[in-house]
């Protein structure tokens, strides 16, 4: 009797999974990494460069630039102070602070290393002074007013009869239109006429006049071809001066044309 055996089956071999092979990097994809990669050593590379300083806090303010505004102020009014954080500081509102001081005309802060803040300022320069209830307010040559003081000095001085400005503030331009022309005019007239002592005179028409402070008056017409007008006055007043006989006044108010009116009394020229 035979014996019949079953024949097992015996399991295929399963050759495990090979991974696939790394697919090559494009030229273009390899020039990106190598990109970013620069761009964050880059990063690194500059904080770590930086001063442990100035990342942290301010360590000193400079001032450049003041002559007549104490640093004091002008560090005081920019809000910087030793200490404060450097990523906190906003320059430019610093800056505007600065600007607000009313002898400031121009103001720039900058941050720079080691925590040092430095704060650029350009001042304005008194350029005439107005006679307002007894004392004298200074002018820019733009006509703001930077401070008040008892006496002018060496400044011209603008006399505005019944002068009543509807608002007064510092470091803001006077709101009086005659004054205005009057402390433009002063830029139209030779260096040599405008000494210490020297009045203009503006009147509501628009007509300009110079007291000189010898008292001799310059009828100068309106702020229009003054320059030309005025160019020979230096040698009109010298002579008149030479002569030594007093004048009620000069006119110049007619292009090519110079009026003379002798004064029959000492001091005729200058008006109280």
Do not use: C
């Not at 024949?7 to 790394?22: D, F, L």
């Not at 900058?110 to 007894?134: C, D, Q």
């Not at 002018?152 to 009869?161: F, K």
Request: aromatic share 2%.
């Amino acid at each position: 009797m035979a014996t019949l055996s079953a024949a097992r089956a015996q399991p295929a071999a399963v050759s495990p999974t090979a991974e696939p092979a790394p697919v090559p990097r494009g030229p273009i994809e390899t020039l990106s990494v190598l990109l970013r990669f620069g761009a964050v050593m880059a990063v690194v590379l500059a904080a770590a460069s930086l001063p442990a300083s100035s990342l942290i806090g301010v360590r000193r303010v400079v001032v450049v630039g003041a002559r007549t505004v104490s640093a004091a102020d002008i560090v005081s009014r920019s809000g910087i102070r030793p200490g404060d954080r450097l990523l906190g500081i906003s320059t430019a509102r610093a800056a505007a602070r600065v600007r607000t001081l009313p002898r400031v005309a121009r103001a720039e802060v900058s941050i720079g290393l080691g925590g040092a803040v430095t704060i650029h300022v350009a001042e304005r320069r008194p350029y005439a002074a107005v006679a307002l209830r007894g004392r004298y307010l200074l002018l820019d040559a733009s006509g703001v007013v930077i401070d008040t003081v008892p006496a002018a000095g060496r400044l011209p001085v603008v006399a505005a009869e019944r002068l009543r400005p509807a608002w007064l503030q510092m470091g803001d331009r006077l709101p009086e239109p005659r004054v205005l022309l009057a402390v433009k005019a002063l830029g139209d007239l030779p260096r040599e006429v405008l000494a210490p002592g020297v009045k203009i005179r503006p009147a509501a028409t628009g007509e300009l006049a110079l007291v000189t402070p010898d008292g001799i008056t310059v009828r100068l017409g309106p702020l229009r071809g003054l320059r030309e007008r005025a160019a020979l006055l230096p040698q009109l007043l010298t002579a008149v001066r030479k002569r030594g006989v007093p004048v009620e006044y000069l006119d110049l108010r007619f292009s090519g044309n110079v009026v003379m009116k002798p004064a029959t009394w000492p001091g005729a020229g200058e008006r109280p």
